[in-house]
C-alpha cells in the first residue's frame, strides 16, 4: 500500500500547515513511521520519526517549531509544522520501515510516498 502524503501548499513566513500520511498499513506491523524532505538542489533531509517503540527523533533543524505525532489508532501520520521558515520550502515525504536497527534520520528507509510540496513564501 502506498504512501500518500497531504496538506502542503503555500504559507507566509511565520505560519503553520499540518501533513498527514496514512499509515495503518505499517503501524499495524510495527514499522518506524516519520518525515523527510528535500529542497531543490539538496539532498533528502530527515525531519522527524516514531520508531515502533514510541520514540521520537526531531531534526536540530526544525526543533521546537515542528511535531510528528500519531493519531490514537495509529492509522494517520501527523507533521504540525509552526513558524515556518523560508528555508522550509521542501518537498515533504512520508516514509516506513520495519527498522530491524535503529535508522534514524537516515535516508534508509523502504517506503516513500509521493511527497508533497510545502513552499513558503512572502
Known amino acids: 500500500v502506498q504512501l500518500a502524503e497531504s496538506g502542503g501548499g503555500l504559507v507566509q513566513p511565520g505560519g503553520s500547515l499540518r501533513l498527514s500520511c496514512s499509515v495503518s498499513e505499517y503501524t499495524r506491523k510495527d514499522y518506524c513511521v516519520g518525515w523527510f524532505r528535500q529542497a531543490p538542489g539538496k539532498e533528502r533531509e530527515g525531519v522527524a520519526i516514531?520508531?515502533?517503540?514510541?520514540?521520537?527523533s526531531v531534526a536540530q533543524a526544525v526543533k521546537g517549531r515542528f511535531t510528528t505525532s500519531l493519531d490514537s489508532a495509529k492509522t494517520t501520520l501527523y507533521l504540525q509544522m509552526n513558524n515556518l521558515f523560508l528555508d522550509d520550502t521542501a518537498m515533504y515525504y512520508c516514509?516506513?520501515?520495519?527498522?530491524?536497527?535503529?535508522?534514524?534520520?537516515?535516508?534508509?528507509?523502504?517506503?516513500w510516498g509521493q511527497g508533497t510540496q510545502v513552499t513558503v513564501s512572502s
Open positions: 516514509v516506513a520501515d520495519p527498522c530491524p536497527v535503529w535508522l534514524g534520520l537516515r535516508p534508509l528507509y523502504n517506503y
Open positions: 516514531i520508531d515502533k517503540n514510541g520514540l521520537i
